[in-house]
């Protein structure tokens, strides 16, 4: 069955829009259920299979899905409130430890490019975006060129990562937390995935001392790491992925959130 067929059977009220997949409640068997239609194969086969390998191992709290089709996933529909971060680290953790030793969830997922050399291949072109914006700071390109070169360390630790860990796709009901939208699971390291908790915070007062002794709390032992490593792992982290969104707001975003992105960026090189 594809997804026109089944919009034919069933009522669907539209929740949410985004580049791979469009989200809609469904009301079937007297329950609502969520369906998610994707216009590419490949995202609904990317969901698909994280969601089956996920359950399976019981790594994460995850909802059930009920059917499969063509180009769409049935699945159970959660409604909670966010957790804290503690109790996210806490619950998402689990999937990192037990991953972490595996060579198996690299045959399944993509690995993720966390190296000097990538960020290295995105400043041949930062530059010029921001020149073409007139944003263009040589103060801040100067500052990254020195992060990179003598602070960036983002852990060679691999494990399975969420891939895009925030407030929406983390939900608290009252017995348990469940995690949503899997389809960006990945390879990378546990504080890649840590670093959407910071960046979606709007009070960055202290955040990154209190993520990084939670993240310890919970992975300091298992990855035999110090307190210390992880708030460098956390901040070299958080600082890849504001790199990315600057670059990714000279080419598409307007110049009140380019402004907003640069400054965050700022922000992180300053801590």
């Known amino acids: 069955m594809d997804f026109e067929q089944y919009k034919g059977k069933y009522q669907l009220t539209p929740l949410e829009e985004t580049e791979q997949s469009w989200t809609f409640f469904v009301e079937k068997n007297g329950e609502t259920r969520i369906c998610k239609r994707y216009p590419r194969q490949l995202d609904r086969f990317r969901e698909e299979m994280a969601y089956l390998y996920i359950g399976e191992r019981n790594l994460l709290n995850i909802p059930n899905l009920f059917f499969i089709g063509e180009d769409f996933i049935e699945m159970e529909f959660i409604n909670g409130e966010t957790p804290t971060t503690k109790d996210t680290i806490q619950n998402i953790s689990l999937m990192y430890t037990k991953t972490k030793d595996l060579s198996h969830p690299k045959g399944y997922f993509p690995k993720i490019d966390l190296s000097k050399s990538k960020i290295y291949k995105r400043l041949e072109y930062l530059p010029r975006e921001l020149e073409k914006r007139k944003f263009l700071d040589q103060q801040l390109i100067h500052d990254i060129l020195s992060f990179t070169e003598s602070s960036y360390d983002p852990s ?116």
């Open 156 to 271: 060679k630790h691999q494990c399975l990562v969420h891939g895009d860990l925030k407030s929406p796709h983390i939900i608290k009901t009252k017995n348990r937390i469940y995690f949503i939208d899997l389809a960006l699971i990945s390879v990378a390291n546990p504080w890649y995935d840590l670093a959407f908790l910071f960046m979606e915070e709007k009070n960055k007062n202290g955040l990154l001392e209190r993520l990084s002794y939670e993240s310890y709390e919970f992975l300091g032992e298992s990855f035999n790491v110090h307190m210390e490593e992880v708030q460098n792992y956390l901040k070299s982290n958080i600082f890849y992925r504001l790199l990315y969104n600057v670059i990714f707001a000279a080419r598409h975003r307007s110049d009140k959130s380019l402004i907003r992105t640069i400054n965050e960026l700022q922000q992180i090189l300053n801590e």
